[in-house]
């Protein structure tokens, strides 16, 4: 059964600390997307990867989120330092180019006090 | 640049009912994906049907059908016999497939539907 895994599940972690979240995409996926959830402002894209390359970051706050994958079956997304408006829950999401649906993973809640 | 637009933050409907839930785009390229996704109370985000730029015909997925109007650059999602489980979050999203930079999957920002019994 082939999905889409994120790491952790629940984060909660104090204002200025580092917090790492982790895809594995599905095998054989070649896109990876990166979204953050809140009420206020939907599900904003924040990074598009294919074939492990960056293409479309622009929707990431660059002085403190970088994103990216060491290899095809890691995607990471790095907050530092971390910030009370951080708090959201982050999606993963892996595709390939052609016209198919996007598989999404389960999200990872963050929480920064 | 892409654009989805969902102008209905919320309904309800009775159970049994058909529901339409609007969607319109605007997006600079040729050729492009529409595709709906329910998310429920959970949380995940879960996949309903796709609708390519150039196909001839409107999508249909079991009770599913998506309502394609290139013209208006429209694709509403038609939900048939509305069950209580269809109580969820839906979100309209796009993809393009020439444009560089409007690969991306964009995201409209959702219509929260209430089914009663």
């Known amino acids: 059964d082939a999905r889409v895994t994120q790491t952790p599940r629940d984060k909660v972690t104090e204002m200025g600390q580092e917090v790492t979240m982790r895809c594995q995409p599905i095998l054989g996926h070649n896109t990876v997307f990166w979204y953050r959830q809140t009420m206020m402002q939907g599900l904003e894209l924040l990074a598009y990867f294919r074939n492990r390359a960056p293409l479309d970051d622009s929707g990431m706050p660059k002085d403190r989120f970088s994103a990216e994958m060491p290899d095809a079956t890691l995607a990471t997304l790095k907050i530092q330092p971390s910030e009370p408006r951080d708090s959201a829950v982050y999606f993963c999401?892996?595709?390939?180019?052609?016209?198919?649906?996007?598989?999404f993973g389960q999200g990872t809640r963050l929480t920064v006090v | 640049a892409q654009k989805i637009t969902q102008t209905q933050p919320g309904m309800f409907v009775q159970e049994k009912e058909a529901v339409t839930l609007d969607c319109t785009y605007d997006t600079s390229d040729p050729s492009y994906g529409l595709f709906w996704y329910k998310q429920p109370s959970s949380g995940e985000m879960i996949f309903l049907i796709y609708?390519?730029?150039?196909?001839?015909q409107n999508a249909t997925e079991g009770r599913y059908s998506l309502n394609f109007q290139k013209a208006r650059k429209s694709a509403n999602l038609v939900i048939s016999a509305s069950q209580l489980g269809d109580s969820a979050m839906y979100f309209c999203?796009?993809?393009?497939?020439?444009?560089?930079?409007?690969?991306?999957?964009?995201f409209g920002q959702g219509t929260r539907l209430t089914i009663n019994p």
């Open positions: 999401a892996s595709g390939t180019n052609g016209n198919t649906e996007a598989f």
């Open positions: 999203a796009m993809r393009g497939y020439v444009v560089q930079g409007a690969q991306k999957l964009v």
């Open positions: 609708q390519g730029s150039y196909d001839q």
